[in-house]
């Protein structure tokens, strides 16, 4: 019998901290982390991390676990998660994923396609043309050669735009086609997905007032506590909303103003590629987030199950 675990998935504001936090607190769970931008240690506000009371009150996993300059992938991801998972069962738990990073939860629960070992010579024409042409240049022939990969590949994400085009230019087929192929039906788990989703109205009304929020919190002064630690605008960590937007302001490109208004589309934007993304999986079971009655009886069905079957 594979062990069982909840995911709790939907867009960034949607509220799935709440509603994971109550069902921990209930189904004597703990939380694993499912979110590109927590792993970081120093990215707290723009990164909406739980506070030390709620990580004290219900033990989180993967949050904090590697500085700004360090790598982290979806791969480490899978292994550490499932380590996590593993932990939790051993000690009686159960276990929650929760979080909006799609590809962290599917590599996660349904495997990853490894693809063709890197080739460092497309990768350096690849770099020269970024340098010469700007990252916007690749992605918009990624648009051209692979456009279900474009996607859901962000448009400021250097490493997956490279990786696609290396790709394709090592096999000839797309990076898209080669998932598809993959199948990711390696799943060591029983998984119950529940999908949050609001009015659109909504949630967009929340991303706005998040974005506000972050930015009267200290966002800006957490962003240069971090480059005066030594860390660079240029990593990967801080390419992601709100950090961006911030190393805008910094760099003399834009005003606080401006750069808030741009943070709360590109925050949309965001939420809107997420529920694009989670739409696609078939399995999730969709639910308004204060339908927290009709959760918790779900969830504790599922768990319960699982009990059952052992007696």
């Known amino acids: 019998m594979k062990p069982k675990l909840v995911i709790i998935v939907g867009p960034t504001a949607v509220g799935k901290s709440a509603v994971a936090l109550e069902l921990a607190a209930k189904l004597n769970a703990e939380i694993i982390s499912a979110d590109s931008q927590l792993v970081y240690r120093g990215l707290d506000i723009g990164a909406a991390k739980p506070s030390p009371e709620q990580r004290e009150q219900i033990h989180h996993h993967l949050i904090d676990i590697v500085n700004p300059d360090e790598e982290f992938n979806a791969a480490m991801y899978r292994s550490l998660a499932t380590r996590a998972a593993e932990d939790i069962r051993r000690r009686g738990k159960n276990a929650l994923v929760c979080g909006g990073t799609g590809l962290y939860i599917k590599a996660f629960i349904k495997g990853l396609f490894s693809g063709p070992e890197r080739d460092w010579e497309i990768r350096k024409e690849l770099e020269s043309e970024i340098v010469e042409y700007g990252l916007p240049s690749l992605f918009r022939r990624l648009q051209q050669v692979d456009p279900p990969a474009a996607t859901w590949i962000h448009p400021n994400d250097r490493q997956r735009i490279l990786r696609a085009l290396e790709v394709l230019q090592l096999t000839g087929r797309p990076m898209s086609q080669w998932q598809k192929s993959h199948g990711f039906n390696e799943s060591g788990f029983a998984a119950l997905t529940i999908g949050l989703d609001r009015e659109r109205r909504d949630l967009y009304n929340r ?39 911030m190393g805008l302001v910094i760099k003399g490109e ?54 059952r079957e052992i007696d």
């Open 207 to 245: 991303i706005d007032r998040r974005c506000e929020q972050m930015l009267a919190g200290g966002l800006m002064e957490e962003v240069e506590k971090l480059l005066a630690e030594g860390y660079s605008l240029n990593l990967k960590s801080f390419q992601s909303v709100g950090y961006r937007h």
């Open 254 to 307: 834009m005003k606080i103003p401006e750069a808030l208004e741009l943070m709360q589309r590109d925050t949309r934007r965001l939420a809107k590629r997420q529920i694009t993304w989670f739409r696609g999986e078939s399995e999730t079971q969709w639910l308004h987030p204060e339908d927290r009655e009709r959760i918790f009886t779900t969830v504790a069905s599922f768990f319960n199950a699982e009990q």
